[in-house]
T-cell receptor, first 114, second 112 residues
């Protein structure tokens, strides 16, 4: 099925470890996004890529880096994981930001940092 | 700056109507959206309304927009247990990058 695929679905890290969350979309969308979701906090934008070759910081970028590898793939890297980064991470894509079609979301990566 | 507010919880009886409310602050909003998140899943776009509209109906869903009060609502008619989920309001505004700002979500609980 067409959509946004995120890997892994679950991950446990020790403090200080690094990892990369992968995201790929097959809808030929221009824009891709990484959000984190914490209880009672809603969705907070970490980084986004408005088009291939560009990336920009969102609301909570500290401790993260991203790479827009090509039009399909947008990865999120945690260089030195901290317990405060325990969260559910969602990747999303859209043809354009703010259009009537909204976003298509992946099913999320549940990350625990101990 | 932009901000989107929602109440956190709503409980209704199966078969009743549900009304989920949202307020936003940016008067230059273009699209306003409602997303649904089921347990363990990502958000799914339910419906949207363009800022020059007052109402939009889509089967059991009715969206009302009051631009004067910056108030958006989602009415679900004949609510079913399968409607139990978290509902997010989001706005996209022309004053920024058009990237939507999301509310914190309203947990809808439907009981028999």
């Amino acid at each position: 099925n067409a959509g946004v695929t995120q890997t892994p679905k679950f991950q446990v890290l020790k403090t200080g470890q690094s990892m990369t969350l992968q995201c790929a979309q097959d809808m030929n969308h221009n824009s891709m996004y990484w959000y984190r979701q914490d209880p009672g906090m809603g969705l907070r934008l970490i980084y986004y890529s408005a088009s291939e070759g560009t990336t920009d910081k969102g609301e909570v970028p500290n401790g993260y880096n991203v790479s827009r590898l090509n039009k399909r793939e947008f990865s999120l890297r945690l260089e030195s994981a901290a317990p405060s980064q325990t969260s559910v991470y969602f990747c999303a894509s859209s043809e354009y930001a703010g259009g009537k079609d909204g976003y298509t979301f992946g099913s999320g990566t549940r990350l625990t940092v101990v | 700056g932009e901000d989107v507010e929602q109440s956190l919880f709503l409980s209704v009886r199966e078969g009743d109507s549900s009304v989920i409310n949202c307020t936003y602050t940016d008067s230059s909003s273009t699209y306003l959206y409602w997303y649904k998140q089921e347990p363990g899943a990502g958000l799914q776009l339910l419906t949207y309304i363009f800022s020059n509209m007052d109402m939009k109906q889509d089967q059991r869903l009715t969206v009302l927009l009051n631009k004067k009060d910056k108030h958006l609502s989602l009415r679900i008619a004949d609510t079913q247990t399968g409607d139990s989920a978290i509902y997010f309001c989001a706005e996209s505004f022309s004053g920024g990058s058009y990237i939507p700002t999301f509310g914190r979500g309203t947990s809808l609980i439907v009981h028999p």
